[in-house]
């Protein structure tokens, strides 16, 4: 079973009165500690509240595990927990089910048939580990979005190199309750292919991703009926040959609206595609920016559409959601701007309300933490100056053994900022330049943390 290590809650609220409208009081929290988080999907519970599941390096085991996160309508931590094994695991996708529990869905390196494997875990409303799932073979296998399946079950998309026609294919699989597959396709030619996001219909389901041929990553979306039989295939490709893919889809009414990026050889761009769910006609916009820029998720609602993800700058990345019309008429922009980075992996958007989640690096630190943000509307403001951001969560780790006099590394302190680089250990000296407090000391040479504290 995988283990379970609990993250300690510190609640904070952040108020930016003075670089946005009093209409659209925004919460921002920053969760991490004392090594690398990213938050990955976050989605709204039938209870109130949010849940998140991310990707976590702040343990014992010197590797990655999943990590959720059960939040109130502020932002406040409810519980929090992560889930690993041994190696690597990625979290990435979540579903709420009827019940109240929680279904994550992403890849591992501990278990399963060989190499990385798909992976499901459930978890009660509480936060406690119910089951785990391995989908996979022997070569690597990814899972990257889990949603409630029309008739019952879970639709779980990916990719595999274990099935299909060679190459990477994409992979959907549909599973009950308790993660027992009741049937599985694999769609693909004989290059890389491969399904990024599923949207269930009340009489199937579509799906997005690229198709490769000729050595040339086309934008796809596929739509399948209710057994799985392909009804249509839209194949993208750009006009100056440059690689391209559909990272998400989201439905509004009778349409479709995709967005990803496309590829050139010293830029990226994203483009926004309107399509009804008959396939009849194709809108398309490309973003031509004088920029580098990646949309990796939107949501559509009402006639309006909001894409999130990142600008990169040639200091870093810049979080970055666009707001536009169901024309895809451009309405507004907002920019996490300044010295730190930060980026937008996922949004949804209830009773005019933005939720926003993703990762962010502190400037004072080396490593990147999840992050959350909420807009009492929809309405988009540029945020002009760094803002304040305390983390919300520190992680225990377990002590290892003590560093040797004369290693290097970095010390962070129990939010998990890093508050010294290029540390020469020597625990005397140590001691000296920190004000009391928990400590941790992480060797430049290995992933491990040694736990200290400063009377």
Not at 234 to 258: C, H, I, K, N, Q
Not at 386 to 392: G, Y
Not at 417 to 437: F, Y
Request: aromatic share 12%; with cysteine; charged share 20%.
């Amino acid at each position: 079973m995988l283990r379970n290590f609990s993250w300690c809650c510190i609640l904070v609220l952040v108020s930016f009165t003075n670089v946005i409208a009093q209409a659209d009081t925004l919460w921002l929290k920053e969760f991490g500690g004392s090594s690398f988080e990213q938050a990955n999907e976050i989605i709204r519970c039938s209870q109130g509240g949010y849940a998140m599941v991310g990707t976590t390096g702040s343990n014992e085991t010197g590797s990655t595990d999943i990590f959720i996160t059960r939040l109130d309508e502020e932002l406040n931590c409810i519980w929090s927990a992560n889930f690993g094994g041994s190696n690597v695991e990625w979290g990435v996708g979540i579903v709420e089910d009827f019940s109240g529990n929680f279904l994550v869905c992403g890849y591992t390196l501990s278990m399963g048939a060989g190499s990385y494997d798909a992976l499901v875990l459930k978890v009660n409303p509480n936060g406690n580990f119910m089951w785990q799932q391995t989908y996979g073979g022997a070569d690597w296998d990814f899972a990257k979005k889990i949603v409630a399946h029309p008739q019952g079950g879970f639709l779980l998309c990916g990719s595999t190199y274990s099935q299909g026609n060679g190459g990477q294919d994409g992979m959907m699989l549909h599973i009950d309750g308790q993660g027992v597959l009741l049937d599985e396709w694999y769609v693909g030619l004989s290059e890389n292919d491969g399904f990024h996001d599923v949207l269930a219909l009340e009489d199937g389901w579509v799906t997005c991703g690229f198709q490769t041929e000729d050595n040339v990553m086309k934008a796809a979306v596929w739509r399948f009926d209710m057994l799985g039989n392909q009804q249509w295939l839209r194949l993208t490709e750009d006009t100056s040959g440059y690689d391209r893919e559909a990272l998400a889809v989201s439905r509004d009414a009778d349409f479709l609206y995709l967005t990803g990026p496309v590829y050139a050889d010293d830029f990226t761009r994203s483009f926004e595609q309107e399509i009804p769910l008959d396939n009849s006609t194709l809108y398309e916009v490309l973003e031509n920016q004088s920029f580098n820029f990646n949309y990796l998720d939107c949501v559509s609602v009402n006639g309006e559409i909001v894409f999130a993800g990142s600008r990169t700058t040639t200091s870093g990345e810049l979080g970055r959601v666009v707001r536009k019309q169901a024309d895809l008429y451009f309405t507004g922009v907002f920019e996490f701007t300044g010295q730190h980075k930060a980026k937008f992996t996922s949004i949804i958007w209830h009773d005019d309300i933005l939720v926003l989640c993703g990762a962010f690096q502190p400037v004072a630190s080396q490593n990147w933490q999840a992050l959350i943000l909420k807009y009492a509307s929809h309405n988009l403001h540029e945020v002009t100056q760094d803002p304040e951001i305390i983390p919300c969560f520190t992680v225990d780790v377990e002590e290892v053994t003590k560093p040797s006099v004369g290693q290097q590394g970095c010390i962070f302190n129990a939010t998990g900022q890093c508050v010294a680089t290029d540390v020469i250990w020597d625990p005397a000296q140590v001691n000296n330049r920190l004000s009391a407090g928990i400590y941790f000391f992480r060797c430049a040479e290995g992933c491990t943390a040694y736990k200290f504290i400063v009377p």
